[in-house]
């Protein structure tokens, strides 16, 4: 994932964003060892992908006081 932040009139626009792809990674072959836990697994990673995001939000927003 990655971010962007631009000077704004009110402060600054953030914007975040990731990509999943469909190419093979790592992460498609840990899916293929354990395909009964694959809705599990991508939940997982979105939650570290949010969390990561929402980290990114709270320092800008300390940088900024």
Known sequence: WGFEVDPH???????QWAK???GR????DFIDQHP???G???AHRMSVWRDGMAANL???EQ???
């Open 9 to 15: 009139k009110d402060g600054a626009v953030v914007r």
């Open 20 to 22: 999943v792809g469909t």
């Open 25 to 28: 990674s790592p992460f498609s």
């Open 36 to 38: 009964d836990k694959e």
């Open 40 to 42: 599990a697994i991508v």
């Open 58 to 60: 709270a320092e800008l």
């Open 63 to 65: 940088l900024t006081r």
